[in-house]
């Protein structure tokens, strides 16, 4: 079946990047767009950038543009996410979301999350 | 920016109807989608391009547009609808191309 498998908890002092993974199975892995999305505590989804998988394009939210990198590894079907100059604003559940390519259909799987805390 | 404005909260008892609209200047060009967030739980789509519904998702919920509005319907609701309810779509310049909406906290009474 197909799955989103993300990496584990991450905990970061200000200033520092955290790189979080997003991996694949289950379907054709350049068929489909991958979205990132985070989620401060008790606050709304936010949607932080979005990798074309079959070409490697990227588009990132004028918040987080220059701070956020959106990667991926077609061999191990696995998408990266690399936010830099952590805050504590930064603490959050990121998750990554795939969307088939060229259709606007939406986020219809989504990974586990992934709990980044950034504390000194 | 863009905003997609929700109502804060909506309580709904069991077996009635829930309606959970979403307000944005671009939703008339402008497709819509509903996820449906439990806590602690990864968001799931119940509604896509405004009134698509997804396999596996109970014929219960519902989608529609009106103007510069959205709605989701549930109707029948159960205890397990309970929920945070979100919609996403986009502006109508390309400036913002992804965009949640406030959201919705779904109360079963």
């Known amino acids: 079946q197909v799955q989103l498998v993300q990496s584990g908890a991450e905990v970061k002092k200000p200033g520092a990047s955290v790189k979080v993974s997003c991996k694949t199975s289950?379907?054709?892995?350049?068929?489909?767009?991958m979205h990132w999305v985070c989620q401060a505590p008790g606050q709304r989804l936010e949607w932080m950038g979005w990798?074309?998988?079959?070409?490697?394009?990227?588009k990132y939210s004028e918040k987080f543009q220059g701070r956020v990198t959106i990667t991926r590894d077609t061999s191990a079907s696995t998408v990266y996410m690399e936010l830099s100059s952590l805050t504590s604003e930064d603490t959050a559940v990121y998750y990554c979301?795939?969307?088939?390519?060229?259709?606007?259909?939406?986020?219809?799987?989504w990974g586990q999350g992934t709990t980044v805390t950034v504390s000194s | 920016s863009y905003e997609l404005t929700q109502p804060p909260s909506v309580s709904v008892s069991p077996g009635q109807t829930a309606r959970i609209t979403c307000s944005g200047d671009a939703l008339p060009k402008q497709y819509a989608h509903w996820y449906q967030q439990k806590p602690g739980q990864a968001p799931v789509v119940v509604i896509y391009k405004d009134s698509e519904r997804p396999s596996g998702i109970p014929e219960r919920f519902s989608g529609s547009r009106s103007g510069t509005t959205v709605t989701l319907t549930i109707s029948g609701v159960q205890a397990e609808d309970e929920a945070d309810y979100y919609c996403q779509s986009a502006d109508s310049s390309g400036t913002y191309p992804y965009v949640f909406g406030t959201g919705t906290k779904v109360t079963v009474l």
């Open positions: 289950g379907y054709t892995f350049t068929t489909y767009s």
């Open positions: 979301a795939r969307e088939r390519l060229w259709t606007n259909n939406g986020m219809d799987v």
């Open positions: 990798i074309n998988a079959a070409n490697g394009k990227t």
